[in-house]
């Protein structure tokens, strides 16, 4: 399985992984390592790819079923049914947390007490506040010295947006607010969400790459019917 970016044991102690298109067997529009249920691959196919990426990272995956709302799931072992929620949480080691996307932000979230967390922040959960919402609930589990690690998502110059919806979003954060290629009203949802981990003082690396504009990526606003990508996170164990 290719990952298109690792990073393994950091500071503190998490291993976090960014899957891209290498190393699956979905085929068409969904061709590569789609690791998503609902968009109309070949099951078989997904459960495939599903299966690659938990024998990579050595570990079962918990996965969510996201709503883009504002949820946070506390997992301390794999659920019979993918618990429906944005961001999932948990302190054990036997488990990897995963989030899904194509154009939204994967947000993966360490601390060296082994607390960790995958949040799925799209436009609705930067206005809903997923992300200080898993925050909280990682500082509740004792969480301290929060690190995060911001996956790539579609940019702003590639996410236009009627001009109302720019200003909701610039309500909640305003640096989210921005314009596109052709100088329209558009939304950089991922500096939204870099402004809310700097706000709550969780430090950032935020990696580089529009999933609009690269090949190894999947883009929903670039390819409407596509695969969807994964962020995954566990304590070392
Ligand atoms: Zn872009």
Redesign the pocket.
């Known amino acids: 399985m290719g990952a298109v970016f690792i990073w393994d044991e950091t500071s503190t102690g998490a291993r976090r992984v960014l899957t891209g298109r290498t190393g699956g067997v979905s085929r068409g529009p969904w061709a590569g390592l789609n690791l998503g249920l609902h968009v109309e691959d070949d099951e078989a196919d997904v459960r495939e790819n599903r299966r690659r990426l938990a024998a990579a990272v050595d570990r079962p995956l918990v996965y969510m079923e996201q709503c883009h709302g504002a949820e946070v799931a506390v997992v301390d072992g794999v659920p019979d049914v993918a618990p429906r929620c944005d961001a999932l949480v948990t302190t054990s080691a036997d488990l990897a947390l995963a989030v899904l996307v194509a154009d939204c932000v994967p947000v993966l979230l360490a601390d060296p007490t082994g607390v960790v967390a995958a949040v799925h922040a799209g436009r609705p959960g930067l206005l809903a506040g997923v992300v200080p919402n898993a925050v909280a609930a990682m500082r509740d589990l004792g969480a301290r010295e929060l690190d995060a690690v911001v996956g790539p998502s579609?940019?702003g110059?590639?996410y236009e947006v009627p001009a109302a919806m720019r200003d909701l979003a610039a309500d909640v954060e305003p640096v989210s607010a921005t314009v596109s290629w052709t100088g329209t009203p558009a939304i950089d949802v991922a500096a939204g969400v870099v402004a809310q981990l700097r706000a709550l003082d969780v430090a950032i690396t935020w990696v580089p790459g529009?999933t609009?504009?690269r090949e190894d990526l999947y883009s929903y606003r670039g390819s409407g019917t596509t695969g969807r990508f994964a962020g995954v996170v566990a304590r070392a164990s």
């Open positions: 579609v940019c110059r590639c529009c609009r504009e």
